[in-house]
């Protein structure tokens, strides 16, 4: 399905679309994880936008959607996401929320791996698929937002981890 080669998770495209799918959500999952990996607290808080998103907001927003689409609107689950908690994570360690995201997604993993693409969500009649395709784009964008708060916070740059092959995609 994937592989884990030099630290980047690689979609093939000859796979099913499921497969695909879900191996282009664990990608930009790794990606973010690798984005913020030895990025120093205080380097990473100094870097803001005027609106005050961070490197440290961005980790906990993403933690909180991943809950959010799969734990309460496609599982049902409690409502417990409180977007202005997410502001507040400024002053948790950034390898905590990393963490706390990882345990996240692995939780929407579980969630995922129990139904199919065309299953409804319990709430706003979504199908899975329309979920995941979400949180694809909801995560690449914000992977987006990491690349420039990181490159800003100490100088790093790169789609990829260093010596990654490349991703099997059919180029044009």
């Known amino acids: ?41 205080a380097r990473a808080r100094a870097v803001r936008t005027p609106t005050g998103l961070t490197a440290h907001v961005l980790v906990a927003h993403l933690t909180g959607v991943e809950r959010g689409w799969f734990v309460e609107h496609f599982a049902g689950g409690s409502e417990m996401r409180v977007r202005q908690q997410e502001f507040e994570a400024q002053e948790r360690p950034l390898a905590g929320l990393v963490a706390a995201y990882r345990a996240q997604t692995a939780i929407s993993d579980t969630i995922i791996a129990g139904a199919d693409l065309d299953a409804v969500s319990a709430r706003r009649d979504h199908t899975l698929r329309w979920v995941v395709l979400h949180m694809l784009e909801e995560t ?9 708060l990181t490159e800003l916070a100490d100088g790093r740059v790169g789609e990829e981890p260093e010596g990654a092959p490349e991703s099997g995609v059919d180029e044009l």
């Open 140 to 148: 690449s964008r914000h992977l987006g937002h990491l690349d420039l």
């Open 1 to 41: 399905m994937t592989e884990l080669l030099g630290g980047g998770l690689i979609p093939r495209h000859q796979l099913a679309e499921r497969e695909l799918l879900l191996a282009y959500l664990a990608r930009q999952r790794e990606l973010v994880c690798w984005k913020v990996e030895g990025l120093e607290d």
